[in-house]
């Protein structure tokens, strides 16, 4: 019995018991009976018969065609490659894309316009492609640094604010209740709350607790592009995450609160280095009870 004839006696459930039994053993029927399944919940319109008969007549050729048993199957296996075509070209085009920076890593990737971003170490961003050209929007959680591509309005949003440009080269950070913003290139407009401003060239903001910080760089670029972490008048807890985050360790903290704020940097390619900086700064000892786990305490 060849291939076809088996298939069309088992689609019509015509085999006898040992066929069945031959059939199933073949490498093949797992597919098969998968492909049953999917199909038996699809929907296909009745076979009109007598409209066939009538389109075969008015044909010039009058050599007789045969419909296969099967052929209703095949049909209906075509429409689940179809609708699993479909769905794959929906998800791919309007569902929300994902990019993350898991903790000791950057990201660095393209957006539909070319713009280019890089996330920071514990960041992600969500965005979708479809009818990007009119909504050139994001969702950042953590830390960003864009280059975007000239053109329409660039929108960056966080759980703390949000951040419009045109064509510029900015840095977006916001973790826990600090929102920073920097600009390096072109114009910035930040919205946090009831405040709005605009920034320029070399001018930096800060919120956080209510407060509005305003600070002026010279860098080109931000430090943690260049191995650093750059911290403007941050508490230690906000620094000790941030340290979490670029080296993936994990830092016990045995010391009373301290509201002393640090300015400085802190680099991000050498733990020994981040850690006596901290210990000089805030009169701690640290340990490494083992390679991804450090404990301060107070001298």
């Not at 298939?7 to 039994?21: F, G, R």
């Not at 075969?56 to 050599?63: A, C, D, G």
Request: proline share 2%; aromatic share 10%.
């Amino acid at each position: 019995m060849d291939k076809n004839n088996k298939l069309a006696k088992w689609l019509n459930d015509e085999m006898t018991p040992s066929e069945l039994a031959d059939f199933q053993a073949t490498e093949d029927y797992a597919l098969y009976e998968k492909i049953k399944n999917y199909s038996s919940h699809l929907e296909v319109g009745d076979f009109n018969e007598d409209k066939v008969l009538e389109t075969i007549l008015k044909q010039e050729k009058s050599t007789p065609k045969s419909i296969p048993l099967y052929k209703k199957w095949f049909i209906q296996i075509a429409a689940v490659l179809v609708i699993g075509l479909g769905l794959t070209f929906v998800m791919q085009n309007y569902s929300s894309v994902i990019q993350l920076a898991q903790n000791g890593e950057k990201t660095t990737f393209l957006l539909p316009d070319n713009s280019e971003v890089v996330l920071n170490s514990g960041s992600e961003i969500q965005y979708k492609k479809w009818n990007w050209d009119n909504n050139r929007a994001l969702k950042l959680q953590g830390e960003a640094y864009f280059k975007v591509a000239k053109g329409k309005k660039f929108e960056v949003v966080t759980n703390l604010g949000k951040v419009a440009v045109l064509g510029t080269q900015f840095n977006v950070k916001a973790r826990e209740n600090r929102f920073d913003v920097t600009c390096f290139e072109g114009r910035v407009k930040v919205n946090y709350k009831n405040a709005e401003l605009v920034l320029t060239p070399g001018q930096s903001v800060t919120f956080e607790n209510g407060k509005q910080i305003n600070t002026t760089i010279e860098s080109s670029k931000p430090a943690w592009l260049e191995h650093q972490m750059a911290f403007e008048k941050e508490n230690l807890n906000q620094i000790i995450a941030e340290i979490q985050r670029q080296y993936k360790v994990s830092i016990i903290l045995k010391t009373k609160k301290t509201d002393a704020l640090f300015s400085g940097k802190i680099p991000t390619d050498n733990l020994d280095t981040a850690l006596q900086i901290i210990g000089t700064t805030y009169n701690l000892n640290y340990t490494k009870t083992t390679t991804d786990k450090i404990i301060f305490q107070e001298k």
